[in-house]
C-alpha cells in the first residue's frame, strides 16, 4: 500500500482508501492513480500519462489519448478531492500536463519563500533573464525550458516532457540517446549562464526524471 496525502491505494482495484473512507475506481483510473502518486510533485505530460495507462492495451487505441486522459482525470478527481471543481491533489499546468501534489513535502510553499528572497524576471520576447540585475541572453531553447521550469517551480518537469516542448514530439529519453544529450546539453548551458554550481544551483537535477526550479 502506498499512501500519499491521505489517499491510501494498493495495487489492485478496490483497494483505495480516502481520508478513512472506501473508495472504487474502475481498473484504467486505478492504475492511473496509481501513476500519479508514484511520481507525485511530478509533472507529467498527458502523453506520458497515456502511455503508461494504455502500455500493452489496444481496444481505444484511435481514439484520442488526451481526450481520455482529461476524462478519467475528472473521474478520478470526482471521487478523490474535497470538492472536484477546485481540485488540491490532482493539479493542472495548461499545455503541459497534470501532477500529483504531496501537500506533506510543502514544496510550493518553500519555493515561494525562496522566490522572494531575489529577482529573476525572464524576457521570453527578447529571450533575456534578468538575475541579480544581470542580463543574461538566452537561447530560444534556454529560454522555453526556463519559462516552463519557472511556471512549475518546486516540481520536476519530466525529461519527456521537456523533450517535447524543445522539438515537438515527445521522446523516450531512456532509449533515445541523442535527445537524452541533446537535452542534457542545452540545460547545462542554461545552469551555467545562471550561474549555477554544485553548491548552490536554481534548476535541480533529479536522477532519471527530470529538471525542477528550486530557486535560491
Known amino acids: 500500500m502506498m499512501e500519499v496525502s491521505g489517499i491510501c491505494i494498493g495495487p ?24 500519479l502518486m508514484r511520481n507525485a510533485n511530478t509533472l507529467l505530460s498527458k502523453e506520458a500519462i497515456a502511455a503508461e495507462t494504455w502500455a500493452g492495451r489496444n481496444e481505444e487505441g484511435k481514439t484520442n489519448k488526451g481526450y481520455l486522459v482529461s476524462m478519467h482525470i475528472r473521474r478520478i478527481r470526482q471521487a478523490i478531492e474535497e470538492d472536484s471543481e477546485v481540485p488540491r491533489l490532482i493539479v493542472n499546468r495548461y499545455g503541459l500536463g497534470y501532477m500529483f501534489v504531496d501537500h506533506a513535502r510543502g514544496i510550493q510553499h518553500r519555493v515561494e519563500e525562496k522566490k522572494d528572497s531575489f529577482s529573476l524576471e525572464l524576457d521570453r520576447e527578447r529571450n533575456e533573464v534578468r538575475i541579480r540585475g544581470r542580463e543574461i541572453h538566452l537561447t530560444t531553447s534556454e529560454s522555453h525550458l526556463l519559462e516552463c521550469l519557472l511556471n512549475s517551480a518546486g516540481n520536476v518537469c519530466s525529461d519527456a516532457l521537456l523533450t517535447k516542448l524543445l522539438w515537438g514530439a515527445e521522446k523516450d529519453t531512456q532509449t533515445d540517446i ?3 544529450h541533446r537535452l542534457a546539453s542545452i540545460m547545462h548551458n542554461l545552469r551555467d549562464k545562471l550561474g549555477d554550481t554544485a553548491r548552490r544551483a536554481l ?12 530557486g535560491h
Open 12 to 35: 489492485w482495484v478496490g483497494q483505495l482508501v480516502v481520508r478513512g473512507r472506501e473508495v472504487r475506481l474502475g481498473p484504467l483510473e486505478h492504475r492511473l492513480l496509481i501513476f
Open 178 to 180: 541523442p535527445s537524452r
Open 203 to 214: 534548476i535541480e537535477r533529479v536522477w532519471k526524471v527530470g529538471y525542477r526550479y528550486v
